[in-house]
């Protein structure tokens, strides 16, 4: 891959951003951007995260990273959870990438995609926790960008609901599961041997 030499950040406050009709961006301009907020990018495109995740939001997510993390202790695959860049793109060059979230959980098999900054290509598993801050386009945009980058698995978790709904690549398309709630047992294809007690998940 080459080298790219991340440049010195800009201050930028996103609401006074005056981003040009029809522009489209890249992993090299986020490396300059230092908003206040946190954004990603989706297809050259920018959005801005939650503000900061409700205390509900960040249980949830920390129940579910404590279970797969001590479930992959002696197994190759590792897990982040966010903050943690990962980039979609077909050409790895930091100018021609133009998708980087930072998905709350995210699980990598091959660690070939690990690098410094992230991860560059599909996480095996993503799992997004659902806040009030989430757009229906963000959420359609990183639907679409998990399929079509070939995320094997992606779990959409509603804190406040007490649901999980799992979308398992099949041929190259998302195949939903049925709504999963408090009380079940869920388990993930790209984790054989795990399982999810989702009643001790929402607890609280």
């Known amino acids: 891959?080459?080298?790219?030499?991340?440049?010195?950040?800009?201050?930028?406050?996103?609401?006074?951003?005056?981003?040009?009709?029809?522009a489209v961006y890249t992993y090299a301009d986020y490396l300059k951007w230092d908003f206040?907020?946190?954004v990603e990018?989706?297809?050259g495109k920018i959005f801005a995260k939650a503000a900061a995740p409700n205390r509900r939001h960040q249980e949830v997510s920390g129940n579910i990273f404590n279970e797969i993390?001590?479930?992959?202790?002696?197994?190759?695959?590792?897990?982040?959870?966010a903050p943690f860049d990962v980039?979609?793109?077909?050409?790895?060059?930091?100018?021609k990438t133009d998708s980087v979230v930072q998905p709350d959980i995210s699980v990598i098999c091959d660690l070939s995609k690990l690098d410094d900054k992230g991860c560059w290509g599909a996480p095996d598993l993503i799992v997004e926790i659902l806040s009030p801050g989430n757009s229906r386009v963000e959420v359609q945009n990183k639907y679409d960008l998990y399929e079509e980058y070939g995320?094997?698995?992606?779990?959409?978790?509603?804190?406040?609901?007490?649901t999980v709904l799992i979308y398992t690549l099949v041929n190259g398309r998302f195949e939903p599961s049925r709504l999963f709630t408090s009380g079940d047992q869920i388990k993930s294809i790209v984790l054989p041997g795990f399982s999810l007690n989702l009643e001790a998940i929402f607890e609280g």
């Not at 790219?4 to 006074?16: M, N, S």
């Not at 980039?87 to 100018?95: G, Q, V």
């Open 41 to 43: 990018l989706i297809k």
């Open 151 to 162: 995320v094997r698995e992606y779990w959409v978790v509603h804190p406040t609901d007490c």
């Open 36 to 38: 206040e907020e946190i």
């Open 1 to 22: 891959m080459k080298e790219y030499r991340i440049p010195q950040k800009e201050k930028i406050d996103l609401d006074a951003f005056n981003e040009p009709e029809g």
């Open 69 to 81: 993390f001590n479930f992959l202790k002696g197994h190759s695959c590792k897990v982040y959870s």
């Open 87 to 95: 980039r979609f793109s077909k050409n790895p060059e930091y100018s």
